[in-house]
């Protein structure tokens, strides 16, 4: 499986960025879809997650209410809509992808990075205070 995120760049406190992450695997549809990221000198933490049918998803306090995570099987895209952003959301976002037998999958899982073998390679969101 491998993974391509993009979107990432410089934004003005307040701004939107929309990051996509584009998947080589035909059966994207059988993939539960996280986000990630890693700001400097800091843990990777968990950010958003989604189900493999998107009827299902899950967000880190911080971000609840300002980041929408989505998905388009077809395209084999996940996206992550980032709204009201600020200082605190510069770091490195990764997208990784988790195989899933069942399409439920609580929260405890889709939020635990070391439950996703496959990860993209990071993309760089900026924000100027």
């Known amino acids: 499986v491998q993974l391509q995120a993009s979107g990432g760049g410089l934004v003005q406190a307040g701004g939107s960025l929309r990051l996509s992450c584009a998947a080589s695997?035909?059966?994207?549809?059988?993939?539960?879809m996280g986000w990630f990221r890693q700001a400097p000198e800091k843990e990777r933490e968990f950010v958003a997650a989604?189900?493999?049918?998107?009827?299902?998803?899950y967000y880190a306090d911080s971000v609840n209410g300002r980041f929408t995570i989505s998905r388009d099987n077809a395209k084999r895209t996940v996206y992550l809509q980032m709204n009201s952003l600020n200082a605190e959301d510069t770091a490195v976002y990764y997208c990784?992808?988790?195989?899933?037998?069942?399409?439920?999958?609580?929260?405890?899982?889709?939020?635990?990075?070391?439950?996703?073998?496959?990860w993209g390679q990071g993309t760089l969101v900026t924000v100027s205070s």
């Open positions: 990784a992808a988790k195989f899933s037998i069942t399409s439920a999958q609580t929260e405890g899982v889709l939020a635990n990075r070391y439950e996703y073998p496959y």
């Open positions: 695997v035909p059966t994207f549809s059988r993939y539960a």
């Open positions: 989604i189900s493999r049918s998107g009827g299902t998803t």
